[in-house]
Each structure stands twice: as C-alpha cells, then as structure tokens.
C-alpha cells in the first residue's frame, strides 16, 4: 500500500513554469512506476508523463513533450514535474499515480492502482 500526496500546484501565468511534486508513504516508491495525469472541468483523466522505477524511461503525452519533465528521487521517495511555458490548456488538477514494476499500459489510467488526491495547477491566458 502506497499514500500519495501531491503538492506544489497553484496559479500562474502562461509562459510560466511551476514544478509540482508527489510524495510517497506507506512503502518505499521504488520498483514503482510514477505517473501524472491531468483532469481539466469537466474532462477526462488524461495521461502527462511517466516513469519507469529505475528512472531509465520516461514518457510523455504529446501535448506536453519537449515543456514538461518528469523525473524522481527514490531516496526521498519523491516525483516531480517540471511544467515550462505553460499554457491556459494546461489548467487541471494533477494527479500523481503509482503501479507496482510496470504498467500494462503506461498511459492509461486504469494501469495505476494507487493516486493522490491532486494538485491544482490554473494558467491564466
């Protein structure tokens, strides 16, 4: 069993960056693989960014490649992401999730079985 908090979300400009974090307990987050997904009003959960236990993959949704990085420190049992040049389409609550070894499916939500409760991020145009 694994508690996830996130934290680090607020409101910012767009063309600001904001780095939010998500802090396990309960068990240590390594060989857990580490997501975020986003859920804007009224939308659907969508996938950001992930990465894999050992740090040696990541993925990306292609809305965020090449702006966002994710990335973790397993000694402090953190994961991070770094959000630049954000945009109004990015304003959501972000949520941190957790699955054992490797996801079925890195992108889709259902492959994670343990989530925090969401950070919220709002970009004003």
């Known amino acids: 069993q694994v508690q996830l908090v996130e934290s680090g979300g607020g409101l910012v400009q767009a063309g600001d960056s904001l780095r939010v974090s998500c802090a396990a307990s309960?068990?240590?987050?390594?060989?857990?693989?580490m997501g975020w997904f986003r859920q804007a009003p009224g939308k659907g959960r969508l996938f950001v960014a992930a990465?894999?236990?050992?740090?040696?993959?990541?993925y990306y949704a292609d809305s965020v490649k090449g702006r966002f990085t994710i990335s973790r420190d397993n000694a402090k049992n953190t994961v991070y992401l770094q959000m630049n040049s954000l945009e109004p389409e990015d304003t959501a609550v972000y949520y941190c999730?957790?699955?054992?070894?490797?996801?079925?499916?890195?992108?889709?939500?259902?492959?994670?079985?343990?989530w925090g409760q969401g950070t919220q991020v709002t970009v004003s145009s």
């Open positions: 990465i894999h236990w050992s740090g040696s993959n990541t």
């Open positions: 999730a957790a699955e054992w070894g490797v996801p079925t499916n890195w992108y889709n939500p259902l492959s994670y079985h343990y």
């Open positions: 309960g068990r240590s987050m390594s060989l857990y693989a």
